[in-house]
Each structure stands twice: as structure tokens, then as C-alpha cells.
């Protein structure tokens, strides 16, 4: 919007650069102790503004996470709420700021077990938080289930207890809470799944370190999001024309005509200045059927195509067909040095020979697998954070690891988590509507991991205000009004 201020991208703190922050806030002059003292404050307002006084047991764990425990303890009893704490350790055991804080709350400490929370209207967890060294379990995690078991809403403190803050992770039982309270930046676990289900609603809350610090930490993930990638973005201006907003090529296949029309018509409203779909002969009579706006080629007329520098863009794959020919068509491409988009087929046809693909991949290009497709290119073990990077720095390309929490990679280590897809995209064909936009916004010049990333998110906005019931025709239609808003 003309005048407004550009939003900073959200940065994702892993445990490790969260803790550079905090010692790099208490070098610039704030105590450890204050912000801690802050933290607490802060989580104890987030719930006083959301639920209304009544019996809460503050549950303490051995290190940082309960002292910020004991803090909220102390305000939740000095706004008037019934508070209960119980430990899983001896106070006596605690050290530093927690020792501090705990020392500081002068009601009873209980022993932490399923008893603790009988009778509560709400729990806090503040057992583990980034600190985490191994699943949870026993005490910790009976209390949590007995809280869970009867109902009772829980409040993590940071993360819930057992989430992996780096990956969203669950380690050992996990109970899932209806807030979560984390400080200065949220982290990786709480937008990738399983973590982003355990969160419930995330606050962030200022706890007074200041912003300057990211430059010394210098963050490789965001939260996806108009931040990220709203300078790169091209606008028309008055004197602009088509030519200057690059002509996307979308290769179809002679059966599924259906996957190369909805990526085609992606790719225009998307930006493109031109889109052509090339499709064999026999099945040039259905494509048609495509918006009039978009052009149509003959497959015999690739390699002319191909040759003219003006086509910029191509994408390959839906509806392509598993076949040699796919692969010479995707290998051609890469050697014309045209950017790229790889998806469904195009990248199916390099299962148990990746190399071939990686090799010849040296310009802009993005890959956009689901899970399966994925694990046709690239090991399927691990965490899907650490597994996208990899892949991403592999194959030389933008990596963008489909579902609910996508995941796009770039192969320099920068990533990007989406959070604004509805459940109802899992449906047909709404894959090759992200492969058409990605292509879309790669013909206009944007770099593979922008494009990539804003395709992701127009994606998922537009279903977002289609709602329930949505199929992938009804995408491109609604990336528009997408546009006009951003
Ligand atoms: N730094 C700051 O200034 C600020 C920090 N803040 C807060 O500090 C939190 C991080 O604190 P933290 O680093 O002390 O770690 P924390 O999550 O309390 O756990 C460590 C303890 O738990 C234990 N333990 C771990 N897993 C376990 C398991 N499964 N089962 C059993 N035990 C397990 C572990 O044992 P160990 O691995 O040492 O054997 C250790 O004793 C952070 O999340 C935020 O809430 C805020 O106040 C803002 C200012
Ligand atoms: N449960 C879900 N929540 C949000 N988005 C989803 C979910 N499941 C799938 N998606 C998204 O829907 C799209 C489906 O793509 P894909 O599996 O390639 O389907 P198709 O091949 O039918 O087009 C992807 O963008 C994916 O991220
Ligand atoms: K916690």
C-alpha cells in the first residue's frame, strides 16, 4: 500500500541464536534477571486477558522455564487469582535466575505429580522450554496428561513442554496447549507441525531485548510473509509494458491437460506478461478450453521456443507424464539456461537418478514437492526443516517441501515457514496452480527463492478467501484481490 511502512520479515530464532540474543541483550545492560522477571510478567497478562480469575497451578521445571514459572506465579497471585506451584525438583536445587525468582515467590511449593493439578481451572507448563535435552517423560509428563485428561487448559510458557523448539519436534509426550507465551521471536517449532498443533493461539512478548540484536545473529528462517519478499515483488507502472514482465512457458502433457491449463492460467494471474502452454497436437483441441488470455503452442515447437531468450520461464511436470521424453524435455531446459520450475512428473522422472538432475541445474530453479515426490529425489529421513535445507543445497535449487507447513528452501541456508494454509487446499490440482504462480512470478524477474516464497503465500491466501469447499479453478480467479491488498 502506497506510504505504508514495510513490514520487517518475521524472524525464527533456533534455541542456540534465542540464546545469543539473551546474552547479548544482558551484555547491552539488562540483567538475566530482568528478563526473566519480564518474560513472566508478560506470560501472566497474556493469560489474565484471556481467562477470568480462577484456581491455577503453576507447574516448575528444573531450570529457566519454571523460573519463569515462579515469576507468573507471583503476578497471577498479586492480580487476585488462587495459585497453586508445584516442582519437579527441590527449590534448593535451582540455580540463577530461577533460584532468584523462585526465592522471590513466598507461597507453598508442592511436588509436581497428577495430584497437583486435580481442581485447577488452568495450568501453566513451565517445565522444559529451550532448554529440552531429551523426551519427556514420568512425573512431567503424567501431571501434563492428568491436566490434559481432565480438560483443563494449558499455557506453555515458551513452547509446550516435549516440542523441539528448532523443528517442532515432540519429544516423549507432549500435551497440547491452548497458549503459548514465547519471547522476542517466535521459533521454528512453533509454525512446523506436529509443534504448530501443540502451540495453540502464540504470543510473542517483548521482554526488552532489543531488535538491533538480530544483526549480530544474522537469522537463516522467517515466518513466511510479505516481509520477506515485498521488494522484490514487480509492480507496473505507467509506462510499463507486457514484454517487461517476461513470458512464462508451461510444457503440458496429452492426457491430464487439466494440470498445465490451471498452471497456465496461474502463471498470468500471477503477473506473467505472457504465458504459452505447449502441449502435443493430439490434445491441443481440449487446452482450448484454457483462459483466452493465454497463449497455445504446438510441442513440435519447443525447441523454437527454447531458443528465443524471451521465454524466461518454464515449468514442467503437471500432468507431464512420467517419461524419457519428460526428462530430456527438463534436461534441454536447464541447458538453455531458462528459469525454471520443476513439479509432479518433472520431478518423478528423476527418481533413482537425482544426480542427472542436480548436475544440470546452474540458473534460477524451484522444486516443488510434496512428501512423496520428495522422497524420490532426496533421503526421507529426519526432520523436515533439516531435510528441505539439504535437498535445497544438493541440488543447487529452491526447494519448496509441500503441506501444511511448507517449507521453502533456498540452497544458501535461508529458509522460509508458511503458516497461511487452509485444510481445504488439500485438494486436485491445487499443486499445479502453486507450480503455475511460482513460474508466474519467476518469469517477472523476481530470484527463485522470492518467487517461491510469495507463491507459497498468495497460495495460501487465496484459499484462505475462497473458505471450505474451495477447488483449485477457483484459485487463480482469487490471487487479484490477493494482490490488491498486499
Ligand atoms: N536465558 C534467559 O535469559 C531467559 C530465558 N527464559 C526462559 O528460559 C528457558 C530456557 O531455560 P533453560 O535453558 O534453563 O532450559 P529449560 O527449558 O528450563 O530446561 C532445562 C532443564 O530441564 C532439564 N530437562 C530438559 N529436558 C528434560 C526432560 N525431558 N526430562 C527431564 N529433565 C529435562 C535439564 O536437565 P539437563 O539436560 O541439564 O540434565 C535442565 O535442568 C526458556 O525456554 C525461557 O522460558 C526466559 O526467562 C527469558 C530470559
Ligand atoms: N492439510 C493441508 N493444509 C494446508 N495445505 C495443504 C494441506 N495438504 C496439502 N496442502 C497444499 O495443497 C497443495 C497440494 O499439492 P499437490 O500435493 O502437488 O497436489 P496436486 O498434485 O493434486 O496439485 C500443496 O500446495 C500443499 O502444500
Ligand atoms: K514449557
Redesign the pocket.
Known amino acids: 500500500m502506497p506510504g505504508q511502512a514495510k513490514v520487517a520479515a518475521e524472524a525464527l530464532l533456533t534455541v542456540a541464536e534465542m540464546a545469543r540474543a539473551d546474552s547479548a541483550a544482558i551484555a547491552a545492560g539488562t540483567p538475566g534477571i530482568a528478563l526473566m522477571e519480564a518474560a513472566g510478567r508478560a506470560a501472566a497478562v497474556a493469560i489474565a486477558r484471556r481467562w477470568r480469575p480462577c484456581p491455577v497451578t503453576v507447574l516448575c521445571g528444573p531450570g529457566n522455564n519454571g523460573g519463569d514459572g515462579y515469576v507468573i506465579a507471583r503476578w497471577l497471585e498479586r492480580a487476585g487469582w488462587p495459585v497453586s506451584v508445584a516442582s519437579l525438583i527441590d527449590r534448593s536445587h535451582l540455580a540463577g535466575d530461577a533460584a532468584h525468582h523462585a526465592a522471590a515467590w513466598t507461597g507453598e511449593i508442592g511436588r509436581m505429580g497428577p495430584a497437583s493439578v486435580a481442581g485447577a481451572g488452568l495450568v501453566v507448563d513451565a517445565i522444559f522450554g529451550a532448554g529440552l535435552s531429551r523426551p519427556v517423560a514420568g512425573i512431567a509428563a503424567a501431571t501434563l496428561e492428568a491436566a490434559a485428561a481432565a480438560g483443563i487448559p494449558i499455557v506453555a510458557v515458551d513452547v509446550p513442554s516435549g516440542v523441539d523448539g528448532d523443528n517442532g519436534r515432540l519429544r516423549g509426550q507432549v500435551s497440547a496447549a491452548a497458549l503459548t507465551v514465547t519471547f522476542f521471536r517466535r521459533k521454528p517449532g512453533h509454525l512446523l507441525e506436529p509443534g504448530r498443533s501443540m502451540c495453540g493461539q502464540v504470543v510473542v512478548a517483548d521482554i526488552g531485548i532489543p531488535a538491533a540484536v538480530l544483526d549480530g545473529i544474522g537469522p537463516s528462517a522467517w515466518a513466511n510473509g510479505p516481509g520477506l519478499w515485498g521488494s522484490a515483488r514487480r509492480r507496473r507502472g505507467p509506462g510499463d509494458h507486457k514484454y517487461r514482465f517476461g513470458h512464462a512457458v508451461v510444457v503440458g502433457g496429452g492426457r491430464l491437460t487439466g494440470a498445465a491449463r490451471l498452471a497456465g492460467h496461474a502463471a498470468a494471474r500471477a503477473g506473467a506478461g505472457l504465458v504459452t502452454v505447449a502441449a502435443p497436437d493430439a490434445a491441443l483441441a481440449s487446452y482450448a478450453a484454457q483462459p483466452a488470455a493465454l497463449l497455445l503452442a504446438a510441442e513440435a515447437e519447443i525447441p523454437a521456443l527454447l531458443a528465443d531468450p524471451r521465454r524466461n520461464a518454464w515449468l514442467l511436470g503437471p500432468g507431464g507424464g512420467a517419461g524419457a521424453a519428460l526428462r530430456d524435455q527438463v534436461l534441454a531446459v536447464l541447458a538453455a539456461g531458462r528459469g525454471v520450475v520443476l513439479d509432479?512428473d518433472a520431478l518423478t522422472v528423476f527418481a533413482g537418478r537425482p544426480a542427472d538432475l542436480f548436475r544440470a541445474i546452474s540458473g534460477p530453479a524451484i522444486l516443488t514437492p510434496?512428501e512423496g515426490e520428495f522422497a524420490r529425489l532426496f533421503p526421507a529421513q529426519g526432520e523436515r526443516l533439516t531435510r528441505a535445507r539439504g535437498a535445497a543445497a544438493t541440488s543447487g535449487a529452491v526447494v519448496v517441501l509441500?503441506?501444511?507447513d511448507?517449507i521453502v528452501a533456498a540452497p544458501d541456508g535461508r529458509v522460509a515457514i508458511n503458516e497461511n494454509?487452509?485444510?481445504w487446499?488439500?485438494t486436485?490440482?491445487?499443486?499445479?496452480v502453486?507450480a503455475g504462480l511460482s513460474v508466474g512470478l519467476l518469469a517477472q524477474g523476481m530470484p527463485a527463492f522470492e518467487a517461491a516464497a510469495m507463491a507459497v503465500w498468495l497460495?495460501g491466501a487465496a484459499a484462505t478467501a475462497c473458505g471450505e469447499g474451495l477447488i483449485?479453478d477457483d484459485l487463480p480467479a482469487a490471487i487479484p484481490a490477493i494482490l490488491a491488498a498486499l
Open positions: 509432479a510434496h509441500k503441506g501444511t511448507t494454509a487452509p485444510p487446499l488439500a486436485a490440482g491445487t499443486g499445479d502453486l497460495h483449485a
